[in-house]
T-cell receptor
């Protein structure tokens, strides 16, 4: 299974600012996902980030608000732009290597609080 | 429409009191059903993958089973450290769908 790290682990930000979250994987993986998990809720998929192509966003999420980069097979970033208190959430990245299985492995998450 | 429903939403057990969590699913082209454990403030931890009806997987006090419509996560003689939220997810033809989870609390 892949080992995934995220930076920062938590942050407190002021409304109107932006935060970039990094996701690093210890092996090359083709499929990477970004999720949001609001308190007491399940996971909501923001976008799929596959290397070499534009990220694919789910309904309700747009590139201007959540720009994503995927420069190589081990790294991705998610930016939360022009933040509001409603963006307070845990943000998770996950990876899948379909050469082996469809199992998703998750990073430890980034806890974001917007004041 | 593809969907995953977990029950109960919350469960309180005494230490040693065995029970089962349910995950009902509707999905086209099942590519796998997955169970995760999530502790507060942390990312989900992968537990099991099940691919076909009749399949079973075990790990310590946990056993996962799969039918054509649902999966069960059986917890035998649970301990307080088993307290967590247990998430079920399915992979269909194109995407993953997560349930809302069962919050398990095991009392000493």
């Amino acid at each position: 299974s892949a080992v995934i790290s995220q930076k920062p682990s938590r942050d407190i930000c002021q409304r109107g600012t932006s935060l970039t979250i990094q996701c690093q994987v210890d092996s090359q993986v083709t499929m990477m996902f970004w999720y949001r998990q609001q308190p007491g809720q399940s996971l909501t998929l923001i976008a799929t980030a596959n290397q070499g192509s534009e990220a694919t966003y789910e309904s309700g999420f747009v590139i201007d608000k959540f720009p994503i980069s995927r420069p190589n097979l081990t790294f991705s970033t998610l930016t939360v732009s022009n933040m509001s208190p409603e963006d307070s959430s845990i943000y998770l990245c996950s990876v899948v290597d379909p050469k082996f299985s469809y199992e998703q492995y998750f990073g430890p998450g980034t806890r974001l609080t917007v004041t | 429409e593809d969907q995953v429903t977990q029950s109960p939403e919350a469960l309180r057990l005494q230490e040693g009191e065995s029970s089962s969590l349910n995950c009902s699913y509707t999905v086209s082209g099942l590519r796998g059903l997955f169970w995760y454990r999530q502790d507060p403030g942390k990312g989900p931890e992968f537990l099991f993958t099940l691919y076909s009806a009749g399949e079973e997987k075990e790990k310590e006090r946990l056993k996962a089973t799969l039918t054509k419509k649902e999966s069960f996560l059986h917890i035998t003689a649970p301990k307080p450290e088993d307290s967590a939220t247990y998430l079920c997810a399915v992979r269909g033809t194109y995407k993953y769908i997560f349930g809302t989870g069962t919050r398990l609390k095991v009392l000493a």
